[in-house]
């Protein structure tokens, strides 16, 4: 939409260009390299060739951009079929499996069918931080709105409990959203113990402290 705005107000432009050419009077015996005629004929073509340039430029961009977003999405679909999907299945056959799913994550100190359920939901939770870094270009939604679930999540006592065994499964960026997201997280529960509730304006201020940090 943008670049067919500017696009608009370039050919405005030309058509300008051209009516201020055609109303100015020729010289008599006017060489025709000299003549509005002339200089029309060649701002047409200019105007031409830098059309059709721009336009190959913004269905090639557009192209890009789709491909980007394709592969985002292919990504994400193969994160979850290699990696949130057998942590489920571990969890949801937990009885069947034995000491399995115990020796899989030998860290996390596995007992019950419970436990390995919150690390399956625990896991999908952080892959979703990951996911959200993945689409954050192309996501119209906007950074706040994700901010905003994120930091309820992340005042989860079991998500931080079970983080700094499972941070090693993440990016970087993910790894260094994670934790600015549980310090956050943590200052917002201080603040509720310390005056019985968290309002509106205090979750804002918090999420804006946030995103300063994570752009």
């Given at each position: 939409m943008r670049?067919?705005k500017y696009?608009?107000?370039a050919?405005?432009g ?5 009516v ?7 010289s ?17 073509t200019?105007?031409?060739?830098l ?27 193969i994160?979850k079929d290699?990696?949130?999907?057998p ?6 056959d937990y009885?069947?499996?034995g000491?399995m799913?115990?020796e ?11 436990d ?9 939770v952080?892959?979703i931080f990951?996911?959200y ?10 950074m ?24 090693i499964?993440?990016?970087p960026?993910?790894i260094?959203?994670?934790e600015?997201?549980f ?9 509720r113990a ?7 304006e ?14």
């Amino acid at each position: 939409m943008r670049f067919s705005k500017y696009l608009l107000f370039a050919m405005i432009g030309l058509s300008i260009l051209f009516v201020f050419l055609l109303l100015q009077d020729p010289s008599e015996n006017q060489p025709i390299e000299q003549s509005t005629i002339y200089r029309l004929m060649m701002l047409l073509t200019g105007g031409a060739g830098l059309f059709v340039a721009l336009t190959l430029y913004h269905q090639a961009r557009s192209q890009e951009v789709a491909a980007e977003k394709a592969l985002e999405l292919s990504t994400i679909q193969i994160i979850k079929d290699l990696w949130i999907t057998p942590n489920l299945r571990l969890a949801h056959d937990y009885e069947k499996l034995g000491s399995m799913p115990a020796e899989m994550y030998p860290d996390l100190s596995i007992h019950s069918s419970q436990d390995m359920h919150q690390v399956a939901f625990a896991i999908s939770v952080f892959q979703i931080f990951e996911d959200y870094k993945t689409i954050c270009t192309h996501d119209k939604t906007g950074m706040n709105v994700w901010l905003g679930n994120f930091l309820n999540w992340s005042q989860s006592d079991t998500l931080q409990r079970l983080w700094p065994r499972l941070r090693i499964n993440f990016q970087p960026s993910t790894i260094r959203m994670t934790e600015a997201l549980f310090a956050t997280a943590n200052e917002i529960k201080a603040l509720r113990a310390k005056q019985g509730h968290v309002s509106y304006e205090d979750y804002q201020a918090a999420i804006q402290k946030l995103a300063a940090i994570l752009k």
